[in-house]
T-cell receptor, first 114, second 112 residues
Framework: SAVISQKPSRDICQRGTSLTIQCQVDSQVTMMFWYRQQPGQSLTLIATANQGSEATYESGFVIDKFPISRPNLTFSTLTVSNMSPEDSSIYLC???????????FGPGTRLLVL | GENVEQHPSTLSVQEGDSAVIKCTYSDSASNYFPWYKQELGKGPQLIIDIRSNVGEKKDQRIAVTLNKTAKHFSLHITETQPEDSAVYFCAASKSGTYKYIFGTGTRLKVLA
């Protein structure tokens, strides 16, 4: 498995502002992902964070709204840009170590946009 | 498109009873099925998984069964305890892709 931390754990933000969420893993991992979990809902994949190249976004998510960085094999950031109340969600980082099929999730960042 | 249906959406059981959550997947190429437990205020935690070459897997009070023909898999929790109260998610994926298709979740409440 992997130990994953996220910062901040929660935040309350004003509409129109941006928030950057950090994800740190205790070991090098090949794949890192960002998910959104809207209140009371399931998990939706936003993008795959690729080390050394641009992230791969899922349908409905764009780089201008959710820019992602992955400078090395243990760290990634997700920015939620120009926020609106509809962006209020839990944002989760997950990792897939090595060639395992299993994904492990971080504790999440709870975002409330007013 | 590919999807995973999960039932029931909510489940209440008395402490000590068993709980069963069922998921049905649409893509017959799916071959890996993890289950996650998400407690309030926390991220999803892997509790058990099963691959398509196995029909059943057990870990103490938790078991998962897979019926490839019917394309469904189930989570069984025996001797439930209050700390089993959480939201449970199933997921399906297939070789060659990293993507999980998640079920809609089941909120389990164990009544003391």
């Amino acid at each position: 498995s992997a130990v994953i931390s996220q910062k901040p754990s929660r935040d309350i933000c004003q509409r129109g502002t941006s928030l950057t969420i950090q994800c740190q893993v205790d070991s090098q991992v090949t794949m890192m992902f960002w998910y959104r979990q809207q209140p009371g809902q399931s998990l939706t994949l936003i993008a795959t964070a690729n080390q050394g190249s641009e992230a791969t976004y899922e349908s409905g998510f764009v780089i201008d709204k959710f820019p992602i960085s992955r400078p090395n094999l243990t760290f990634s950031t997700l920015t939620v840009s120009n926020m609106s109340p509809e962006d209020s969600s839990i944002y989760l980082c997950s990792v897939r170590p090595g060639f395992q099929e299993t994904q492990y999730f971080g504790p999440g960042t709870r975002l409330l946009v007013l | 498109g590919e999807n995973v249906e999960q039932h029931p959406s909510t489940l209440s059981v008395q402490e000590g009873d068993s709980a069963v959550i069922k998921c049905t997947y649409s893509d017959s190429a799916s071959n890996y099925f993890p289950w996650y437990k998400q407690e309030l205020g926390k991220g999803p935690q892997l509790i058990i998984d099963i691959r398509s070459n196995v029909g059943e897997k057990k870990d103490q009070r938790i078991a998962v069964t897979l019926n490839k023909t019917a394309k469904h898999f189930s989570l069984h929790i025996t001797e439930t305890q209050p700390e089993d109260s959480a939201v449970y998610f199933c997921a399906a994926s297939k070789s060659g892709t990293y993507k999980y298709i998640f079920g809609t979740g089941t909120r389990l409440k164990v009544l003391a």
